[in-house]
């Protein structure tokens, strides 16, 4: 679910937005009720939830990127508890603004016994002086303070305003979140009520490509709409998917992330690394993230293709592919694309080996079989009766560290190095010790 979900048009006439309100503004939730997104922390039971409607609560930061409802929630929060909404900058609200609106909100509770809530937009672009501002108040309880921000609180908000309030992740709009946000806008007396169709292309293009953004969404929407001519005998207007295009300036690229075409292109991905053709996986790349894939999904998959198909051939591969999808997961996007294509080009210029995947693979596939080998009495833990014949050999205590013994009661070959890369070097270190086995036989 969304976080603007459908719901009832607000039954006060104060709660209702004004006809010339932007389309994101009109659809804003009005109540707890209606916002039903972010479930991890609205849902009947959460921490959140209890706090507002029980009115438990002190300072809150929200973190969050761009769209996924941080001010609407705020909004919320400040109608659920009657508590009279303010609202600063932290890019416009300097230190002399923002002592008269936090002294106000200080009479305000003496004199009308009602709380105020102080939302800062973009807190993170508070200086030191500004936050230090806000914690003899919000200490005294003056305000209630909620913080916004798209960036780390515990880097860019400093520890005596982090430790007083309490830290809540929002998380982007998923697709079918959007498409609700966007069929509602469409349906809804506060949206365009009817008076306009979307195509099932035009829809799926607009959810999938905001990036979890509900208000570049609602944007596109209502540009796309605005300035789309009413069909004559209808009046209805039906937006085309070359409308939203032209509203996002974005170009619609067929891949359904349900569908053969998402396989499809991540099955070309994986190929062209495996086939050591970084333009050919760049590009795959780039259609993908252009298409509004996840790039998670894409990180995970280079971290098994840098163990399945290179391997011991270049052991730098895997702690590279598991730093990128790291990275992706810290930076998120847009910028998360740089590593993932660093990791990218990397592996698929890489020399390539499969034999630790057929290694396991063939390992797996015997104990399926019901090749159940016991555990040699030399190999075993702790201390048991054996033949002194028998004991354990320690590998350190040998020349090079090596001494031949048997780690399986019938021994078999399963890893196969090749003559790919650093693979070669524990080939020939391999055969090496086999050559020395046979010398002392």
Known sequence: MDLFSASKTPSSPEAVPSPTASLSARMRPRTLDEVVGQDHLLAEGCLLRRAIEADRFNSLIFYGPPGCGKTSLAEVIAKTTARRFERASG???????LRKMLDEAAQRKK????????????????????????????????VSLIGAT?????????????????????????ETALRTLILRAMDSPLGFSHQAVLSDEALAFLAQTCEGDARMALNALEIAVLTTPADPTTQIKHIAVETIEASLQKRAIRYDKDEDEHYDTISAFIKSVRGSDPDAAIYWL??????????RFIARRLVILA?????NADPRGLPLAVAAMQAAEFIGLPEARIPLAQATTYLASAPKSNAAYLAINKAMSDLEKGDVQLVPDHLRSGKKIKP???SYKYPHDHENHYIEQAYMLQQKKY????????????????????DTSSNDE
């Open 91 to 97: 890019v416009l609200s300097n230190v002399s603004i």
């Open 111 to 142: 004199m009308e016994k009602r709380q105020t809530v102080l939302f800062i937009d973009e807190i993170h672009r508070f200086n030191k002086a500004q936050q230090d501002v806000l914690l003899p108040y919000v200490e005294a309880g003056d």
């Open 150 to 174: 798209t960036h780390n609180p515990c880097y860019f908000i400093n520890a005596p305003l982090n430790s007083r309030s309490q830290l809540f992740q929002l998380e982007p709009l998923n």
């Open 286 to 295: 780039a259609k993908m993230l252009k298409a509004g894939e996840d790039p």
């Open 307 to 311: 163990s399945e198909d290179i391997g």
């Open 388 to 390: 002194s014949d028998q």
């Open 415 to 434: 890893y196969h190095p090749t003559d790919q890369g650093f693979e070669i070097r524990i080939k020939q270190q391999l055969e090496s010790k086999a």
